[in-house]
């Protein structure tokens, strides 16, 4: 074993109190942050002693820790215990003192209580944290999940996504108000159908798009549950000619093997290249190659809307340009080799949305946009929340417009959205 792994090892056995503990496996991996930066992993797997021989090699056995320690900054990323049991000496807290927890967190992590994370949700063995700045939520948001026994015991901790610095943020004070974002809450009240698998129908119903407003007013931020670097296209493709011949799927390999030297001297995930333009204009020709073989009579219907890297792969996302009111639009994801920059496989959603096709139409639309929005006016809620600005290259401090009710557009009946 490399020294330097070796000193990590011996660490972590020190740092968490595996005495009673021998290691089984180690290996490295790595991952992309939102800031385009590269963490490299060190994941251990420790069987108890008590373990001399274990044949099922698809599941450790109860007890067995699997760590995951961040190389640079010797901070755990994860911290389980198969099936919940703990052998480890000391990791016991007091499961009536919440402050021993959050110390004890505030310690392993470097972040502060209020100012960088607060509580989200907390059941009776299980608490939730988020990130935040200075007691306001951010967007996309890290966070941080401790799980203890009846005895206290921790049995994992899970450090999820990345927390950052102040100098991440543009500190301002919140100064906005429903009032002034009125004209913008009405735009976003759109008419989708939604599924009902209960019923096997599409339902109409009016409901709030979220959106993000800029404190300074200059703009907003769309709500994107999943955010990346990406580079924005917007194309409308086009050719004039199929090619003869299906589309030939290749086989998708997003497993890698990292080496420790790769690990210690922090060689730049792939991920994380810039993509050039020579990229973007080979992509877009792979692209239309594969549409010309697998669509072959769609030239004109779809839209290229964006580049972005994952897994060792130029993903290429397209949308049709004609769309219905389904709350399910059909996409398609395109997954492009980086080192021959041609189109290797695809996803394409049109499967899942078949499954509604049985279902029965929608029902006449009696209730108008503008009723909706009256009917829903008072529930709208408006929240301070800090959202990455990929343009900045900072957090900034936006209002989230959002509404957790909607209006059925049959009967202008005001639902609340969890329970439908």
Known sequence: ????????????????????????????????????????????????????????????????????????SRRFRRIIFVGGTSLAVGLKFNTNDINEIIHWIEKETGLLYGKQFRIRKQEELNIYFEECFNGIPISPSGSI????????????????????????????????SLKDLEQTARNQVKLLEFPSSKKEKC?????????????????????????????????VLYWDASISGPFKRREINISETITIEQAFSREPHPDTFPITKLDQDKSIE???????????????????TYFFRDNRYINAELKPLQHDLRVYQRKLMVLIDTNTLEAANYIDNQSFLDMF???????????SKETAFEKIRTKIELKPVYVYDFEQKKYVLCGKLDCEYGVLANNGDVIKLQDF
């Not at 979220?210 to 917007?234: A, H, L, Q």
């Not at 792979?286 to 290229?304: C, E």
């Open 1 to 72: 074993m490399d020294a330097r792994v070796k000193e990590l090892v011996n660490f972590t056995k020190e740092k968490i109190g595996l005495e009673h503990y021998q290691l089984h496996t180690v290996n490295i991996y790595r991952e992309k942050n939102i800031l385009n930066g590269t963490d490299y992993m060190l994941s251990m797997e420790w069987y108890p002693n008590n373990i001399s021989e274990h044949t099922d090699e698809d599941c450790n056995p109860v007890g067995t820790a699997v760590i995951d320690l961040d190389i640079n």
């Open 203 to 235: 339902i109409p119903m009016y409901g709030l798009e979220e959106i993000y407003v800029k404190n300074d007013k200059t703009g907003t931020i769309p709500f994107e549950p999943d955010v990346r670097p990406y580079i924005k296209i917007d194309k």
């Open 145 to 176: 999940h401790f799980e203890f026994d009846e005895n206290g015991r921790l049995t994992l901790f899970s450090v999820n996504g990345s927390f950052h610095s102040k100098e991440m943020f543009k500190e301002e004070l919140f100064s906005l």
């Open 286 to 304: 792979a692209v239309v190659n594969f549409l010309r073989k697998q669509y072959p009579d769609d030239s004109g219907k779809w839209k290229l």
């Open 357 to 367: 096709d049985q279902y029965t139409a929608s029902e006449n639309i009696t209730i």
